[in-house]
């Protein structure tokens, strides 16, 4: 594994003092590599490690903030209910052990079924794409088709839905085009789960378009991490996944230190 940069490192320092720590992790490119079936992703086992001792620690808290319906989230990170849970892009949440499933209108469930039919239609013509159905929406992956099949598939999808559905939310992503009756973001869910827990300070880190909102949302003092290439709001910059299992592992040691020195 490669060493942190000092800078990062010094961020870190600091980060491990604060009073109430929230560690926030996109899931899929971040703790997790990206994989050809969504359903057979899974955290590398360094990152899971670290996501547990932290979690174990005093006036800590370990959230994971993705893309993916909650029910997927769970199936595949394995995350027990001592793990925040933020799915759908902020759309659904679990902090609490029994908490509700998302309530949406009559008219919002008319525009998913909608969205379902438009994303299954244009999938069926495109070879290699795949449709992923969340509470709130639909998802286009593309990750399987050729360049010009993706490319085509993606213009395809846009034109039908802003013709049809203009009032759902379109989240362009890393091969995937996804669709929502919500406008919920990550950067909701930031605030939202620092709320909750009280934190005085936030590490982020994700890999794809829709994780600039949660970069967006941190404040002073807080570690945003991008992993990967693409311009990106976030201060630091890991080349993949297993720098990130580096990042938390080095946090969680530093965070364990300050927490029995307290």
């Not at 998302?102 to 013509?125: F, N, Q, T, Y």
């Not at 990750?143 to 846009?158: I, K, T, Y």
């Not at 930031?190 to 967006?216: C, K, N, P, Q, W």
Request: charged content about 25%; overall charge negative.
């Amino acid at each position: 594994m490669s060493a942190i940069e000092r800078p990062l490192d010094l961020a870190l320092q600091r980060l491990a003092e604060t009073d109430v720590l929230l560690v926030a992790l996109d899931f899929d490119g971040n703790i997790s590599v990206h994989v050809d079936d969504p359903e057979a992703a899974g955290p590398l086992p360094e990152a899971a490690e670290a996501v547990e001792a932290l979690s174990a620690l005093d006036s800590t808290s370990v959230a994971l903030v993705s893309g993916r319906a909650i029910d997927s989230l769970v199936e595949v990170s394995g995350a027990g209910d001592h793990i925040l849970l933020a799915g759908s892009h902020g759309g659904e949440y679990r902090m609490e052990v029994g908490a509700p499933p998302l309530s949406l209108s009559e008219k919002e469930l008319d525009d998913v079924e909608r969205l379902g039919a438009i994303l299954h239609e244009v999938s069926s013509r495109h070879p290699g794409t795949a449709v992923e159905s969340k509470p709130a929406g639909h998802a286009l992956h593309l990750r399987n088709a050729d360049d010009e099949v993706a490319l085509d598939a993606q213009h395809d999808v846009r034109r039908r839905v802003l013709a049809e559905l203009p009032g759902v939310t379109a989240r362009p992503g890393k091969d995937v085009e996804e669709f929502s009756v919500l406008a919920a973001t990550k950067g909701d869910a930031i605030e939202r789960i620092r709320a909750h827990v009280g934190a005085t300070a936030t590490y982020y880190s994700g890999d794809d378009l829709t994780d600039e909102d949660a970069f967006r949302a941190l404040h002073d003092g807080d570690v945003g991490v991008k992993v990967g290439p693409g311009d990106t709001l976030a201060p630091f910059r890991v080349p993949a996944p297993v720098d990130v299992a580096v990042i938390l592992t080095r946090l969680a040691e530093l965070r364990a230190t300050h927490v029995r020195s307290r």
